[in-house]
């Protein structure tokens, strides 16, 4: 099988794409998420575990899950041509993926390509918007947080020492640019890109009310005539098990930042619709998700402003 080879596209009346090659440019898949190639190549080149750089600040990591994507699938490319609009007389974020999918070597990912499931309780509101499709985003707060209100979070993509790849530390620029650690390393208790989540919620099975069918199990954020029922009970979501769970989210990228940075398109992510309320009343969809957080964890929690776990997600349909 020959080696990648790039092609510049053309708007050239009849020219055609050949039909043995494959565009990389925006908006494809393989679109350069920066706007140099270098960058490009920083990232990817961090993700294998073959880069100096190894610790990302959350800026950079907006990228992170499209790149992994391609550090999965770069291989698909190897013997094809790659066509995009940059010209041939510089380095295009193309050349670099015909240099890794021509690699004799398989990739080593610094994250984990095995499939994980962890964990997460959902309030009512939250489920009923990620079986709507409108929740992508969820936010829980970072623990602990960091001892110093200077101090930024910095993910590890690649180490010498194998233990510490995927981990987060807490961490403060020297006078000469080098990151100095403060406090101990972490990992994010809900996984990484890739890693799988089941929704946990109140339920109730027939083991707990004679009255459903054996092996019936109902929810009460989209069954909630059950409480009509004498004597019957629900659990909590803390009790519900991976069997009993019928959300499936597939986690695309996390980042840290603080909760008051959340933007207007994030609170639309957040699936702040499907809570019932009406945002007009609070005058911005920030305020409105302000009184959700609050609802969840506790008044003033919005105005203590800690760092929180932003983690992009896709419901998996079964």
């Not at 702040?272 to 969840?296: F, M, N, P």
């Amino acid at each position: 099988m020959g080696h990648p080879l790039r092609i510049q596209r053309q708007r050239k009346k009849g020219w055609k794409m050949p039909d043995d090659a494959v565009y990389v440019g925006r908006p494809s898949n393989w679109g350069n998420p920066f706007s140099t190639a270098a960058e490009f190549r920083t990232l990817l080149e961090a993700i294998i575990g073959v880069s100096g750089q190894s610790e990302f600040h959350k800026t950079e990591l907006a990228s992170f899950s499209r790149v992994y994507w391609m550090a999965q699938h770069v291989e698909s490319l190897r013997g094809k041509k790659l066509a995009c609009w940059c010209g041939l007389d510089h380095e295009c974020h193309a050349d670099v993926l015909a240099e890794f999918a021509n690699r004799k070597q398989g990739l080593i990912m610094t994250t984990t390509t095995t499939t994980r499931y962890r964990p997460i309780n959902l309030s009512a509101w939250e489920v009923r918007a990620i079986l709507d499709g409108r929740k992508t985003q969820t936010r829980r707060v970072v623990k602990p947080q960091p001892l110093f209100d200077d101090l930024k979070p910095y993910w590890i993509a690649a180490s010498t020492d194998r233990k510490t790849v995927g981990k987060w530390k807490w961490g403060r620029k020297d006078s000469i640019g080098s990151i100095v650690t403060v406090g101990d390393l972490f990992r994010c208790p809900f996984g990484q890109p890739g890693d799988h989540l089941f929704g946990r919620e109140c339920f109730a099975t027939a083991l707990d009310n004679p009255v459903m069918e054996h092996g019936q199990v109902v929810y009460r954020a989209t069954d909630p005539d059950w409480d009509q029922c004498d004597g019957f009970r629900w659990r909590p979501s803390t009790q519900m098990p991976r069997w009993a769970s019928r959300i499936d989210l597939l986690i695309k990228s996390i980042r840290i930042e603080r909760l008051q940075e959340i933007s207007g398109p994030d609170c639309w992510a957040e699936g702040i619709e499907s809570a019932g309320w009406d945002c007009t009343k609070w005058g911005s969809v920030t305020h409105c998700y302000r009184d959700l957080w609050e609802q969840a964890n506790g008044p003033e929690s919005w105005d203590a402003n800690q760092f929180v776990w932003v983690i992009e997600h896709e419901r998996v349909k079964s």
